[in-house]
């Protein structure tokens, strides 16, 4: 059984869809996630699809991760901008990491210009809303391809 990508949402990403929607659209969380299922899927991948308003969940997500997931896909929210436990964890786990946003935080308050996230991804999509979500599955699928076998590119 593949291990499953870990799709990691951070606070507040349980109201997109409610939310601000001139800045994060209308689609709900379930909607995004169904998408990056579908998405997954079709790329012959799994996908846990997470959702935590808690820092601390999701460092415990992320050092699951390590065992439990062939990658990861991290929309951390705000926290994106302040947790270094964040990095801490990310960069314990061993694995790809996408960072991942809906909105285009460099076209926004300069506070989101910074990323605690960054230094451990790969990339960092931003800016696509939902179908971001999509573009991180493929990016995922490409990184776990090209990895040649080895301590970071195991399943
Ligand atoms: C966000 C951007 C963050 O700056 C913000 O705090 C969020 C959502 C996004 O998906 O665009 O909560 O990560």
Not at 30 to 39: K, P
Not at 93 to 119: D, G, Q, T, W
Request: charged share 20%; with cysteine.
């Amino acid at each position: 059984m593949p291990k499953p990508i870990f799709v990691l949402n951070g606070p507040n990403l349980n109201l997109v869809g409610v939310r601000e929607p001139s800045i994060y659209g209308a689609e709900t969380l379930a909607d995004i996630g169904r998408r990056t299922e579908a998405r997954a899927q079709a790329m012959g991948l799994a996908v846990d699809f997470r959702q935590s308003n808690s820092e601390g969940e999701l460092v415990t997500w992320i050092q699951e991760a390590r065992e439990q997931a062939c990658g990861i896909i991290l929309n951390a929210g705000a926290y994106t901008h302040t947790s270094v436990a964040i990095l801490d964890a990310l960069n314990a786990a061993e694995k790809p990491v996408i960072e991942l946003h809906l909105s285009n935080v460099f076209r926004r308050e300069s506070f989101r210009h910074h990323s605690y996230v960054s230094p451990a991804a790969q990339g960092v999509i931003c800016g696509f809303g939902p179908k971001g979500y999509e573009l991180a599955v493929d990016a995922m699928a490409d990184l776990l391809n090209r990895k040649p076998a080895g301590k970071a590119g195991k399943t």
